[in-house]
């Protein structure tokens, strides 16, 4: 089980000092959408650059052209990409191959799929590394998480890792770790403290108490 810090609502500079105060703690660095969006890819190159020895994932959420922004995400330097569990099938698998050609790891986000246990047979078949259950800000707000749903895609996974995004906190994450996903994603449960560092070594720590159980 690893823990990934999504880092959201940061500029380049901001990432890097934040990243360089929890790096110990953290398994996986992920360049949020919205970073994304304002910085672009050089924002994943830069991070990648400054902490070769970190996973970095792009969450580029890609819906079409799949190929070819795996393609430019690869080349900035990342190694695990997203894509959105409703897009097509050809996109998955057009994802997927660029993926292999580089040597990357795809991550499905499942939010805003209905069938989720449908879906992720599917996924599951077409090969991607990953499975993520999210809850977004945008139903966050509204009390949802994505706790059960973990639960029901672990039922039907078989190949894919899972993982869990959204929301998620130090005093939601004994529930999560019981669910057993391979990848716990936490974004503002960190960058949100005061004490990120403490933060990321709390979680860090029951992740561990729960592996070497
Ligand atoms: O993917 C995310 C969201 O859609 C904004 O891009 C977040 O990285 C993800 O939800 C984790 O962040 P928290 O919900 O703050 O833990």
Redesign the pocket.
């Known amino acids: 089980m690893k823990l990934q810090l ?1 880092l ?1 609502l940061v500029n380049i500079p901001e990432a890097i000092e934040l990243i360089n105060e929890v790096q110990d703690f953290v398994d996986v660095v ?1 360049i ?3 970073v994304v969006i304002n910085e672009g890819l050089k924002a994943v190159k830069e991070v990648k650059e400054a902490f070769p020895q970190l996973t970095v994932l792009a ?1 580029l959420k890609i819906m079409d052209a799949a190929g070819y922004e795996v393609m430019k995400a690869s080349e900035a330097g990342a190694d695990i990409i997203t894509i959105l569990g409703a897009a097509e099938d050809e996109s998955i698998k057009g994802a997927v191959l660029e993926a292999k050609k580089h040597g990357k790891q795809i991550l499905v986000d499942m ?1 805003a799929v209905k069938d989720k246990k449908a879906r992720a047979i599917e996924l599951d078949e077409l090969g991607v590394d990953y499975i993520c259950v ?1 809850t ?2 945008d139903l ?1 707000a509204v009390g949802q998480n994505s706790f059960e749903d973990l639960r029901t895609i672990k039922s039907v996974v078989k190949n894919a890792k899972t993982a869990i ?4 906190k130090l005093e939601s994450l004994p529930e999560v770790i019981k669910a057993q996903p391979d990848l716990i ?5 960190i960058t949100g403290k005061e004490n990120k560092k403490s933060a990321a070594e709390q979680m860090q720590k029951l992740i561990k108490e729960e592996v070497t159980a």
Do not use: C, S
Not at 165 to 168: E, V
Not at 185 to 189: K, L, S
């Open positions: 999504a959201d992920e949020g959408t919205p969450d939010i999210h977004g800000y966050q995004a959204g929301g998620i994603i936490v974004g503002g449960g």
